[in-house]
């Protein structure tokens, strides 16, 4: 494990030398990340070049791995992919925190250390597909018996088809149906 950055913290006197890299894992804590329905299932891997950005900012330049597993919004199938994030993140003392946009973020002036782990957070969050699937034909689930429809077919779409006919036989309405019932009146009597 690599020294002098932990956990996402980084202490500002360390800039002084000079750019700082770092490269490691942030464990996969649930309390730290927080995804929604994204599990992390592994720490995620961290490479990153923290730098000054103008009077008293920082720049964090560099790259998440993270291993997660989601759900196939159509299938509900799980999926487990390692997403990837691009980083390019700049914290600025002179804004508030309502003058952040995407990779600027507020830096409270007085702070003695930052930590990262939040924005690294919001950048994972924005990375994760907002519509996952598990391939991108996936063909879902049957509404009707729930079958896993890449793993075959089931008797429902036979019924689905079969409604696309019913409006033909209600335009031709010449199936054994319509002649069945007419003439069964021998019961008076
Ligand atoms: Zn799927
Ligand atoms: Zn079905």
Not at 21 to 30: C, I, K, V
Not at 73 to 82: E, F, Q
Not at 168 to 180: G, N, S
């Amino acid at each position: 494990m690599n020294k002098g950055f932990p956990a996402g913290m980084l202490a500002f006197d360390r800039l002084e030398a000079g750019p700082v890299e770092w490269s490691g894992r942030l464990p996969a804590d649930p309390s730290m990340w927080d995804l929604g329905d994204v599990a992390l299932i592994d720490a995620v891997e961290a490479d990153l070049n923290v730098d000054a950005f103008t009077e008293g900012g920082v720049r964090v330049q560099g790259r998440l791995g993270a291993p997660v597993e989601m759900q196939c919004r159509r299938c509900l199938d799980r999926i487990v992919r390692k997403v990837e994030v691009d980083l390019d993140l700049r914290f600025d003392p002179d804004i508030g925190p309502e003058d952040e946009t995407e990779g600027l973020y507020a830096l409270d002036p007085d702070a003695a250390e930052l930590d990262l782990l939040p924005a690294l957070r919001e950048e994972l969050l924005l990375a994760l597909p907002a519509f996952p699937l598990c391939t991108a034909d996936c063909k879902g689930i049957c509404p009707t018996c729930g079958t896993n429809l890449n793993e075959g077919d089931c008797d429902c779409r036979v019924d689905a088809a079969d409604s696309r006919w019913d409006v033909l036989r209600q335009r031709f309405p010449q199936h054994p149906d319509a002649a069945e019932g007419a003439g069964s009146g021998s019961d008076d009597g």
